[in-house]
T-cell receptor
Framework: GENVEQHPSTLSVQEGDSAVIKCTYSDSASNYFPWYKQELGKGPQLIIDIRSNVGEKKDQRIAVTLNKTAKHFSLHITETQPEDSAVYFCAASIGGSYIPTFGRGTSLIVHP | NAGVTQTPKFRVLKTGQSMTLLCAQDMNHEYMYWYRQDPGMGLRLIHYSVGEGTTAKGEVPDGYNVSRLKKQNFLLGLESAAPSQTSVYFC??????????????FGPGTRLTVT
């Protein structure tokens, strides 16, 4: 089955800095890569996703890049703000499967 | 739309007691999931359902049972609670898109403590 590794487990940055979270996956058949943000006391919520036919996707201050050859994808947050503090999860889904495989999460702390 | 709702939000059980967690979604999604979240372990899939009347085991199904009698509801049961089942439980739903699996919508979670 698919295996997703996520790093780092904790990331601490100053407000205004950039933050990068990286994930690797094992199954080349994976074709959907979502990123979820979980604020304290809430359920995860999708913030951005990318499919295997696209190398990069941006939405304002967040972007995701995908390298299919190396089997890794990354979340980039620019100009971080305190409200970006949360746990971020990456996931990978194999085409035709109902079950995404999640990374273990990254706790992002943005210091004012 | 309320999205995905979970009942109850908090619960404390004694070892050996039973309980049912209820998940409801109003988005007409076919797929529903139950996860547990423990510190440092991420989200682990307990059971899932690909449609009304169907259920399947996930990564950590032992000690849990599920039912999907109606499309909008997915119930998670603990027959005899154990301290190892102390966790935060999340329900999620999703709809398959043309290119494959779509995004999951998560509920707010149920915090369960077993003493």
């Amino acid at each position: 089955g698919e295996n997703v590794e996520q790093h780092p487990s904790t990331l601490s940055v100053q407000e205004g800095d950039s933050a990068v979270i990286k994930c690797t996956y094992s199954d080349s058949a994976s074709n959907y890569f979502p990123w979820y943000k979980q604020e304290l006391g809430k359920g995860p919520q999708l913030i951005i996703d990318i499919r295997s036919n696209v190398g990069e996707k941006k939405d304002q201050r967040i972007a995701v890049t995908l390298n299919k050859t190396a089997k890794h994808f990354s979340l980039h947050i620019t100009e971080t703000q305190p409200e970006d503090s949360a746990v971020y999860f990456c996931a990978a889904s194999i085409g035709g499967s109902y079950i995404p495989t999640f990374g273990r999460g990254t706790s992002l702390i943005v210091h004012p | 739309n309320a999205g995905v709702t979970q009942t109850p939000k908090f619960r404390v059980l004694k070892t050996g007691q039973s309980m049912t967690l209820l998940c409801a979604q109003d988005m007409n999604h076919e797929y529903m999931y139950w996860y547990r979240q423990d510190p440092g372990m991420g989200l682990r899939l307990i059971h899932y359902s690909v449609g009304e009347g169907t259920t399947a085991k996930g990564e950590v199904p032992d000690g849990y049972n599920v039912s999907r009698l109606k499309k909008q509801n997915f119930l998670l049961g603990l027959e005899s609670a154990a301290p190892s089942q102390t966790s935060v439980y999340f329900c999620a739903s999703s709809q398959i898109r043309l290119a494959g699996v779509g995004e999951q919508y998560f509920g707010p979670g149920t915090r369960l403590t077993v003493t």
